[in-house]
């Protein structure tokens, strides 16, 4: 369980194809000497098992489903991820519950800054959007937001500060780059309810 608020950025240097995963190899100084080969990390909203430490390096093993249903598959060396350890029980919760179980792709529309900060306008798919409501919560690539407007259909607007835009990999994103998304876990619960009531 994850928080969505992102520790540090790491940067992928290394990508292996095996026959049935594909492995990457994360550098984050400062946050990879902390974490123990099982642990788990939360790499741009994905939960993900770290299977060795090396230094300021640590490495993940994706299979395929994380490949197709996330922007995993497009990672190359230089890409740069955002990075969050678990929660810890009895710990503050400063954004809100993340599971690091992604629901969808979309895809940044657009960014305007607005003063000293960000309008970003995403795409998001169906499913997600009937758990999105106006001043909800979201998580883009492991970053715990509050919706600002849906300001058209399939399409999510949040207001990002400038330490956000400066300390996760929003603020590199341009129109059209791919992003992770989870729905809020609350509402994808309140939704299995009333769908069951209705069956």
């Known amino acids: 369980m994850f928080t969505g608020i992102v520790e540090a950025m ?16 994360v550098r984050a100084p400062g946050l ?14 994905v939960c993900f098992t770290a299977v060795a430490i090396d230094g300021d390096d640590f490495t993940v093993d994706a ?18 991820v955002n990075l969050e350890r678990p929660m810890q029980l009895g ?9 690091g179980h992604v629901d969808g792709v979309g895809h940044l529309v657009e960014s305007i800054k607005s003063g000293e900060f960000w309008l970003m306008d995403f795409s998001i798919p169906e ?5 999105t409501i106006k001043h909800g919560s979201i998580t883009l690539n492991g970053v715990s937001l509050t919706v600002s407007e ?22 590199i994103l341009e ?13 994808k619960y309140v939704g299995r309810v009333l769908a069951s009531r209705d069956d």
């Open 32 to 45: 990879a000497p902390s974490l123990s080969r099982g642990a788990s990390i939360s790499i741009d909203g």
């Open 127 to 131: 499913d997600v959007l009937g758990l």
């Open 91 to 99: 710990a503050r919760l400063d954004g809100h519950l993340v599971q």
């Open 10 to 25: 790491g940067e992928i240097t290394a990508t292996e194809d095996r026959e049935t995963t594909r492995t990457f190899r």
């Open 150 to 171: 849906l300001p058209a259909p399939g399409v999510c607007r949040i207001g990002v500060i400038p330490f956000t835009h400066e300390h996760t990999n929003l603020g």
């Open 63 to 80: 299979i395929g489903t994380t490949l197709e249903r996330t922007v995993a598959a497009s990672y190359a060396i230089g890409t740069r």
């Open 175 to 187: 129109a059209g780059d791919r992003i992770n998304i989870e729905g809020d876990m609350i509402g």
